[in-house]
């Protein structure tokens, strides 16, 4: 059974820093690619980042150079470091296993100006 148990979120004011983890199991975790996403209130979810199984990394454009993937095979858990958040971060922050269609309950991150 897929697990996904997102941590981490919190209120920050902006300029400030975030570091989520995302306890995944169920799945040979070495072997799968990891994604974040997020869903603001009203909006729909959007693509943060994903690490391939072989620690290639991409970012949506309005986190590129602000958020850092990783992730930690032996642990089996993927982190989405974020630094100089904005406002418009606010969402609830979600990682799931790339063409794996199971979810968790997310961490809410809320970044006041």
């Known amino acids: 059974q897929v697990q996904l148990v997102e941590s981490g979120g919190g209120l920050v004011q902006a300029g400030e820093s975030l570091r989520l983890s995302c306890a995944a199991s169920?799945?040979?975790?070495?072997?799968?690619?990891i994604a974040w996403y997020r869903q603001a209130p009203g909006k729909r979810r959007e693509w943060v980042a994903a690490i391939t199984h072989e620690f290639s990394t991409n970012y949506a454009d309005s986190v590129l150079g602000r958020f850092a993937i990783s992730r930690d095979n032996a642990r089996e858990m993927s982190y989405l470091q974020m630094n100089n958040l904005k406002p418009e971060d606010t969402a609830t922050y979600y990682c799931?296993?790339?063409?794996?269609?199971?979810w968790g309950q997310g961490t809410q991150v809320t970044v006041s100006s």
């Open positions: 799931k296993f790339v063409q794996y269609d199971a």
């Open positions: 169920g799945l040979v975790f070495s072997d799968r690619n």
